[in-house]
């Protein structure tokens, strides 16, 4: 059979010419091989009412294995003129005849040289597409960024607001008078911190000795 992949063919149909024939000739000889057992059961039961027949069933089966095959191979011989005949004037699409779905082509004709310059333009256009993508997810994590560190200057004036309130309450108005204020108490608290820390080692000490 013929190997020709006939892809316009198998476009139009929905399958391809060989796929086909190769059915048509399946077909065929499963047809035949159907018909000879038919024609040898009839055979047989002919030959069973002719009791004095010197013929066997094992000799009526060589027959129908021997004309089997010559049907086969004859069969062979009328498909390969059939199967010209299929191709050239049935499943054939002639070079001249375009499918509607091509139809563009022949409206819009591309040369190979205009199709590797469009191929290169999709692929420059991929890749301008990847780097603005990359370049707008490295803004959005920046506006993050931006959000986190406005979150936290918000409470750190948050917390200088209140801390201005509490030096006012204390009479203390001026911002530097009050972190002067602060920064003395804060000494005055660690040196505390400090003695009690001292006291508490001594009273360790004597504890072990006792």
């Not at 375009?98 to 333009?121: C, I, N, T, V, W």
């Not at 660690?190 to 001292?198: F, G, I, N, T, Y």
């Amino acid at each position: 059979m013929s190997v020709d992949p006939r892809a316009y063919e198998a476009q139009f149909f929905g399958f391809t010419p060989q796929t086909c024939l190769l059915r048509i000739y399946i077909a065929f000889q499963d047809y035949l091989f159907e018909i000879m057992l038919v024609v040898e059961s009839v055979i047989l039961k002919k030959l069973e009412r002719l009791p004095d027949s010197k013929i066997t069933p094992f000799q009526i089966r060589k027959s129908t294995e021997k004309f089997l095959l010559f049907m086969r191979q004859q069969f062979d011989k009328l498909f390969g003129t059939m199967e010209k005949v299929l191709l050239q004037l049935v499943l054939n699409i002639p070079k001249n005849v375009l499918l509607p779905e091509d139809k563009a082509h022949e409206q819009y004709p591309y040369s190979k040289e205009q199709f590797q310059a469009l191929q290169e333009e999709i692929k420059q256009l991929q890749q301008q597409y990847r780097a603005e993508a990359a370049a707008g997810q490295a803004l959005r994590a920046e506006l993050e960024e931006q959000k986190a560190v406005r979150a936290e200057l918000e409470k750190i004036l948050q917390w200088f607001d209140g801390l201005e309130n509490v030096c006012r309450e204390h009479g203390t108005g001026d911002f530097k008078e009050s972190f002067a204020f602060l920064t003395q108490n804060s000494k005055k608290l660690r040196d505390v911190l400090k003695d009690v820390e001292e006291k508490n080692k001594k009273m360790k000490k004597c504890g072990q000795l006792l």
